[in-house]
């Protein structure tokens, strides 16, 4: 249930185009052919009593509420399951229909506990409210007969509770577990009065259940309830707001009692996730109030001494007078910015603006450099733009459905709901990964294609489906004669038809059988909607960039570009990341991604800002972090970005952080960066901020304050105080005003305000005079750099090769229950299910080397070694070992290497030679030994 | 850095090679950065790429 009551029209909406008119109540109505009595009931003004039927659930006629009369029809058929017919006249009101209503409650309550004054769901009880509908007066059948007010409660789970004594047994939460979250973990076990709620015979806790709280916003009573509720009580006031974990970016509903807050329920009109949510949005909101924040600026002038407490004005200053220094001394290329891919865009935008025009130099950068860049450069190669093309809905008109180096189901939990509702309505599905995700099997879901390749050999895969399309006579020729540059094409089919690109050259380099690469080709070339996913696993790699462009041709080639259902479909990681990109937060591009060196563009910014800007690409974090061990980079501002924990090769970034005479950070907690920081600036988390995301399909969203900033400041404030300080005033009356000097300035953004997005709840850029309410769909009519541009996408082994010293690949990933470096989720009940990052080995490369499930091994790179508890998987196959890096004591970074991307240096994060050995000593022994070690020798 | 772009020009033409190096020098790489390459490949021409020092050519000019 929800505060927030947003009309129920008791069943979906259908979507054909034939149109139906009944009469109900005497008021003649016209829907769509297929729409239930119920609906149309609703539709034209009449609320029919329901409790088994919500209109996010297809109908199931169980709770005999909704009866109603229809002429010539025998008996009182259930309206959420008869569906309307020309010329029906329906009657919702009649003595006969409001006497089976009130028997029917009469048994419901009959077994039901009356403690509705002390029940957390009092004033917010669909029962209570059909009780109440229906004229329940008396219950005949008294209280002294068999019942089940002494069910158990099931609290295992940290966020919500089951009371099984309240179920009424509408089984809502079962079929929302299946339809909509799609894991299935619960049913309905036993017959008749035995019938009852089961998370599979366990525990929630120990059952498949996610989290995700479908089944909690579906229940019409208090059985499945949140705890905070219980705790707090009903929320009294709303505020819509948007998701600060993944890039899928789903709008909630923020529900508070004053100003705290009770609960966030996702947001049925939410363009990304209609209604849906994970584990981490509904409830891991905690860490915004968590006693590690820190609310007070800190300063200190070594790293090797204690933080002191600060006014703002005594840390900006301090901080703006340090950098003014260093400039003076090393020159004005010796600083640098990196913005985060977590704040708004509006922070983001005056980070960048703050770094070009105050700091004078164009080093600034973004945490894409180590996740999604390749997609920026490969798309807009091949495209003109660098972004993805499709929209989420998108994936319900695929056909065939081919995921490449992603784990939608764990790093983009609510996005996957939607996309293994098509596989169970009959897509296809072809799953590229060195794992055995979860997509490969679960429930009622098998992929075609399970491609298990080596890692790093996706080009040579992706170019094996190119070369069966292109020889086998699959390409759609008049797609690429009308939007694609013919002469690229020519090169392209040439080099794609060489025999080395073949599926049985490429079976030896990359362990995937040919006939399997021949079989996916030709299915993703059928379609006829055919639509590539990719995440990290295609762009971590030292040919990140290539892989992207090698999946454009394919998608180009196949003529699956531009409309519903098909498209290139990057599952970008973090709720801003797309924004951070769009803003300018690259050390070559301005914002809307122009290069510095335009000179047009750069007297726009020009004009607008006051400022001379330079001309000449600055350096990535990268360049930063070698430069700083050369003496040459001497000063960091951190917004909201963890890269001593995040980045790879984490001696070299400790290393370089360290040679800086001044690291300023501006985040929520003192992270693993802060230990090499002089100055802390306090930042708020997105209950605290005002101003917009945009998340991996383009969808820019509004994210509004919650709650007070309980520092006092706006990060966008405290950018526009530091500008400011260092002699280039800043300021702004509002956020919506930075949105609007965007706006301004960058084509794609031009028709974006606060003020539209307030209106129609979201827009996907371009959102200009073209398309003043958004561009779901790109590249419809043309690419944006007019033909598609096919690229040569030779295969180039990685350096990182498996020796005899280093004979396993070490990949790694994401899990459900935590996110990226776990700044937030450790800071939450989220532990529970994950507490520890776990290195995943299969059985024989365990057995060789005397591993056992839950042993401490050394994970050892040539780079550095780190120790993780092991977990024998049959995920991975023997060679390849996977762990996720959520935890800082793990030190999944410790062993990446310093491997990257050739055109954008996003680090080879997927491919790392090690080799596992059991050890004795945990990390905290390790610890302790070397400190030990070092006390001996002092 | 450089070396890896070339090898990632595999299959290209020499001129398309070309063009790719250097306008991802262009695009990408700080004036400092070139320079200091430049410096490095004065002193190491064998170690270079070909198609890197064609690249560098083209960009001074």
């Given at each position: 249930m929800t505060l927030l009551h947003e009309p129920d029209y008791g069943t979906p909406a259908a979507l054909s185009l034939a149109r139906v008119e009944v009469v109900v109540d005497g008021v003649p109505v016209t829907v769509p052919a297929g729409t239930s009595v119920m609906r149309a009931a609703a539709e034209a003004g009449f609320d029919v009593p329901?409790?088994?039927?919500?209109?996010?659930?297809?109908?199931?006629?169980?709770?005999?509420?909704?009866?109603?009369?229809?002429?010539?029809?025998?008996?009182?058929?259930?309206?959420?399951?008869?569906?309307?017919?020309?010329?029906m006249v329906v009657r919702t009101q009649t003595p006969r229909v409001t006497e089976l209503r009130r028997n029917v409650m009469e048994l419901y309550i009959s077994d039901h506990p009356l403690d509705c004054l002390t029940c957390p769901a009092n004033g917010d009880c669909e029962l209570q409210d059909m009780a109440g509908v229906v004229g329940l007066r008396e219950v005949r059948y008294g209280y002294d007969g068999a019942n089940h007010l002494d069910a158990p409660t099931d609290d295992s789970n940290p966020y919500f509770s089951f009371d099984e004594s309240?179920?009424?047994?509408?089984?809502?939460?079962?079929?929302?577990?299946?339809?909509?979250?799609?894991?299935?973990?619960?049913?309905?076990?036993?017959?008749?009065?035995?019938?009852?709620?089961?998370?599979?015979?366990?525990?929630?806790?120990?059952?498949e259940c996610v989290s995700c709280g479908a089944c909690v916003q579906a229940c019409p009573t208090a059985t499945l309830e949140e705890k905070s509720v219980i705790d707090l009580g009903i929320p009294t006031r709303t505020v819509l707001t948007t998701c600060a974990y993944c890039g899928v970016g789903c709008s909630f509903k923020a529900e508070l009692r004053g100003d705290e807050l009770v609960r966030m329920v996702p947001a049925k009109d939410g363009g990304a996730n209609e209604g849906h949510s994970c584990v981490k949005g509904r409830f891991a909101w905690g860490y915004a109030t968590h006693p590690d924040r820190v609310l007070t600026p800190l300063i200190r002038d070594a790293i090797t001494e204690p933080w002191r407490?600060?006014?703002?004005?005594?840390?900006?200053?301090?901080?703006?007078?340090?950098?003014?220094?260093?400039?003076?001394?090393?020159?004005?290329?010796?600083?640098?910015?990196?913005?985060?891919?977590?704040?708004?865009?509006?922070?983001?935008f005056v980070v960048q603006k703050m770094v070009r025009a105050a700091f004078g130099t164009n080093n600034v950068d973004t945490c894409a450099r180590v996740c999604h860049s390749p997609t920026g450069y490969g798309?807009?190669?091949?495209?003109?733009?660098?972004?993805?093309?499709?929209?989420?809905?998108?994936?319900?008109?695929?056909?065939?459905?081919?995921?490449?180096?992603a784990n939608p189901t764990d790093a983009h939990p609510v996005f996957a709901s939607r996309m293994k509702r098509r596989l169970r309505d009959g897509a296809r599905l072809i799953i590229v990964d060195p794992r055995r995700i979860d997509l490969v099997r679960s429930a009622h879901i098998t992929a075609d294609h399970h491609l298990q390749l080596q890692p790093g050999t996706n080009v040579a895969v992706v170019n094996a489906l190119g070369h069966v399309i292109a020889t086998e006579g699959l390409i759609d020729r008049d797609f690429v004669a009308q939007r694609c540059d013919l002469a690229s094409f020519a090169a392209w089919e040439a080099f794609i038809s060489l025999p080395e690109n073949s599926p049985e050259a490429v079976e030896a380099v990359s362990g995937v059988p040919a006939e399997e690469l021949r079989a996916a080709a030709r299915l993703y070339a059928a379609g006829p909607n055919s639509a590539v996913y990719y995440g990290l696993g295609v762009t971590e790699h030292s040919q990140g960039s290539t892989m992207v462009m090698a999946m454009a041709n394919i998608a180009m080639a196949t003529g699956n570009i531009g409309r519903d259902g098909v498209g290139i479909n990057p599952l970008r990681g973090q709720n801003n990341v797309q924004g951070s990109c769009d803003m300018g937060s690259f050390p070559h591009e301005l914002p809307g991604y122009r290069h510095v060196s335009d000179d047009a563009v750069r007297e726009q910014f020009e004009v607008l800002w006051g400022a001379d800007l330079r001309g000449d690409p600055g350096m990535r974090i990268p360049n930063m972090l070698d430069a700083a061990l050369t003496g040459q980079f001497r000063a960091l501002f951190v917004q909201g970005e963890d890269i001593a924990q995040s980045d790879p090769n984490t001696q070299h970034v400790q290393r370089a952080l360290e040679a800086m005479d001044l690291v300023i950070v501006q985040d929520l907690f003192l992270n693993e960066t802060a230990r090499y920081a002089h100055v802390f600036l306090p930042g708020t988390s997105f209950l605290e901020k005002d101003g917009t995301f945009t998340n991996a399909e383009r969808?820019?969203?509004?994210?509004?304050?919650?709650?007070?900033?309980?520092?006092?400041?706006q990060e966008w404030e405290i950018i526009c105080d530091l500008s400011t300080a260092l002699g280039y005033p800043m300021a702004y009356d509002s956020s919506s005003e930075i949105m609007d000097e965007v706006a301004a300035l960058t084509p794609t953004f031009a028709g974006v305000s606060f003020a539209l997005l307030d209106e129609v709840g979201s827009v996907q850029w371009p959102c200009n005079a073209e398309h003043p309410l958004g561009t779901p769909i790109m590249h419809v009519d043309g690419f944006v750099r007019g033909k598609g541009a096919f690229q040569i996408t030779a295969f180039v082994p990685t350096d990182e090769r498996s020796t005899r010293r280093y004979p396993l690949l070490l990949t790694t990933g994401r899990i459900l229950s935590q996110y990226n470096v776990g700044a937030q989720t450790r800071r939450t009940a989220n532990v529970?299910?994950?507490?520890?990052?776990?290195?995943?080995?299969?059985?024989?490369?365990?057995?060789?080397?005397?591993?056992?499930?839950?042993?401490?091994?050394?994970?050892?790179?040539?780079?550095?070694?780190?120790?993780?508890?092991?977990?024998?998987?049959?995920?991975?196959?023997?060679?390849?070992?996977?762990?996720?890096f959520h935890f800082p004591g793990s030190g999944a970074n410790v062993i990446t290497t310093e491997y990257s991307d050739w055109a954008t240096n996003c680090p080879e994060y997927k491919v790392t030679a090690v080799e596992i050995t059991p050890t004795l000593r945990g990390p905290d022994?390790?610890?302790?030994?070397?400190?030990?070690?070092?006390?001996?020798l002092a | 850095m450089a070396g890896q772009i070339a090898a990632n020009c595999a299959g290209l033409t020499e001129e398309q090679a070309v063009?790719?190096?250097?306008?991802?020098?262009?695009?990408?790489?700080?004036?400092?950065?070139?320079?200091?390459?430049?410096?490095?490949v004065r002193a190491y021409p064998d170690d270079v790429d070909p198609l890197v020092l064609c690249a560098l050519a083209r960009l001074d000019a």
């Amino acid at each position: 249930m929800t505060l927030l009551h947003e009309p129920d029209y008791g069943t979906p909406a259908a979507l054909s185009l034939a149109r139906v008119e009944v009469v109900v109540d005497g008021v003649p109505v016209t829907v769509p052919a297929g729409t239930s009595v119920m609906r149309a009931a609703a539709e034209a003004g009449f609320d029919v009593p329901k409790l088994c039927a919500t209109d996010s659930l297809q109908p199931f006629g169980s709770c005999r509420l909704c009866v109603v009369e229809i002429d010539g029809k025998k008996g009182t058929p259930a309206s959420c399951t008869t569906p309307c017919e020309p010329g029906m006249v329906v009657r919702t009101q009649t003595p006969r229909v409001t006497e089976l209503r009130r028997n029917v409650m009469e048994l419901y309550i009959s077994d039901h506990p009356l403690d509705c004054l002390t029940c957390p769901a009092n004033g917010d009880c669909e029962l209570q409210d059909m009780a109440g509908v229906v004229g329940l007066r008396e219950v005949r059948y008294g209280y002294d007969g068999a019942n089940h007010l002494d069910a158990p409660t099931d609290d295992s789970n940290p966020y919500f509770s089951f009371d099984e004594s309240k179920c009424i047994a509408c089984s809502r939460c079962v079929r929302a577990c299946d339809e909509i979250q799609g894991t299935f973990a619960l049913t309905i076990v036993g017959r008749g009065f035995d019938s009852k709620v089961s998370p599979g015979g366990t525990s929630f806790m120990d059952s498949e259940c996610v989290s995700c709280g479908a089944c909690v916003q579906a229940c019409p009573t208090a059985t499945l309830e949140e705890k905070s509720v219980i705790d707090l009580g009903i929320p009294t006031r709303t505020v819509l707001t948007t998701c600060a974990y993944c890039g899928v970016g789903c709008s909630f509903k923020a529900e508070l009692r004053g100003d705290e807050l009770v609960r966030m329920v996702p947001a049925k009109d939410g363009g990304a996730n209609e209604g849906h949510s994970c584990v981490k949005g509904r409830f891991a909101w905690g860490y915004a109030t968590h006693p590690d924040r820190v609310l007070t600026p800190l300063i200190r002038d070594a790293i090797t001494e204690p933080w002191r407490e600060a006014s703002w004005e005594e840390a900006i200053g301090h901080a703006a007078t340090r950098i003014r220094d260093i400039q003076t001394r090393y020159g004005v290329d010796s600083v640098g910015g990196i913005t985060s891919s977590r704040c708004t865009n509006e922070e983001v935008f005056v980070v960048q603006k703050m770094v070009r025009a105050a700091f004078g130099t164009n080093n600034v950068d973004t945490c894409a450099r180590v996740c999604h860049s390749p997609t920026g450069y490969g798309l807009k190669q091949t495209f003109g733009a660098s972004a993805g093309t499709q929209d989420f809905k998108s994936v319900e008109s695929a056909d065939v459905i081919l995921v490449i180096g992603a784990n939608p189901t764990d790093a983009h939990p609510v996005f996957a709901s939607r996309m293994k509702r098509r596989l169970r309505d009959g897509a296809r599905l072809i799953i590229v990964d060195p794992r055995r995700i979860d997509l490969v099997r679960s429930a009622h879901i098998t992929a075609d294609h399970h491609l298990q390749l080596q890692p790093g050999t996706n080009v040579a895969v992706v170019n094996a489906l190119g070369h069966v399309i292109a020889t086998e006579g699959l390409i759609d020729r008049d797609f690429v004669a009308q939007r694609c540059d013919l002469a690229s094409f020519a090169a392209w089919e040439a080099f794609i038809s060489l025999p080395e690109n073949s599926p049985e050259a490429v079976e030896a380099v990359s362990g995937v059988p040919a006939e399997e690469l021949r079989a996916a080709a030709r299915l993703y070339a059928a379609g006829p909607n055919s639509a590539v996913y990719y995440g990290l696993g295609v762009t971590e790699h030292s040919q990140g960039s290539t892989m992207v462009m090698a999946m454009a041709n394919i998608a180009m080639a196949t003529g699956n570009i531009g409309r519903d259902g098909v498209g290139i479909n990057p599952l970008r990681g973090q709720n801003n990341v797309q924004g951070s990109c769009d803003m300018g937060s690259f050390p070559h591009e301005l914002p809307g991604y122009r290069h510095v060196s335009d000179d047009a563009v750069r007297e726009q910014f020009e004009v607008l800002w006051g400022a001379d800007l330079r001309g000449d690409p600055g350096m990535r974090i990268p360049n930063m972090l070698d430069a700083a061990l050369t003496g040459q980079f001497r000063a960091l501002f951190v917004q909201g970005e963890d890269i001593a924990q995040s980045d790879p090769n984490t001696q070299h970034v400790q290393r370089a952080l360290e040679a800086m005479d001044l690291v300023i950070v501006q985040d929520l907690f003192l992270n693993e960066t802060a230990r090499y920081a002089h100055v802390f600036l306090p930042g708020t988390s997105f209950l605290e901020k005002d101003g917009t995301f945009t998340n991996a399909e383009r969808r820019i969203n509004r994210v509004r304050p919650v709650m007070a900033a309980k520092t006092g400041k706006q990060e966008w404030e405290i950018i526009c105080d530091l500008s400011t300080a260092l002699g280039y005033p800043m300021a702004y009356d509002s956020s919506s005003e930075i949105m609007d000097e965007v706006a301004a300035l960058t084509p794609t953004f031009a028709g974006v305000s606060f003020a539209l997005l307030d209106e129609v709840g979201s827009v996907q850029w371009p959102c200009n005079a073209e398309h003043p309410l958004g561009t779901p769909i790109m590249h419809v009519d043309g690419f944006v750099r007019g033909k598609g541009a096919f690229q040569i996408t030779a295969f180039v082994p990685t350096d990182e090769r498996s020796t005899r010293r280093y004979p396993l690949l070490l990949t790694t990933g994401r899990i459900l229950s935590q996110y990226n470096v776990g700044a937030q989720t450790r800071r939450t009940a989220n532990v529970a299910w994950h507490d520890e990052d776990l290195l995943d080995i299969h059985e024989s490369d365990a057995e060789a080397r005397g591993i056992t499930d839950g042993g401490w091994v050394t994970i050892a790179s040539r780079v550095g070694t780190t120790v993780m508890r092991a977990q024998i998987s049959d995920r991975v196959p023997p060679g390849v070992v996977y762990t996720t890096f959520h935890f800082p004591g793990s030190g999944a970074n410790v062993i990446t290497t310093e491997y990257s991307d050739w055109a954008t240096n996003c680090p080879e994060y997927k491919v790392t030679a090690v080799e596992i050995t059991p050890t004795l000593r945990g990390p905290d022994a390790l610890l302790a030994s070397a400190e030990a070690d070092a006390g001996a020798l002092a | 850095m450089a070396g890896q772009i070339a090898a990632n020009c595999a299959g290209l033409t020499e001129e398309q090679a070309v063009t790719r190096i250097s306008g991802h020098l262009h695009s990408f790489w700080t004036p400092v950065m070139i320079a200091e390459f430049g410096e490095f490949v004065r002193a190491y021409p064998d170690d270079v790429d070909p198609l890197v020092l064609c690249a560098l050519a083209r960009l001074d000019a």
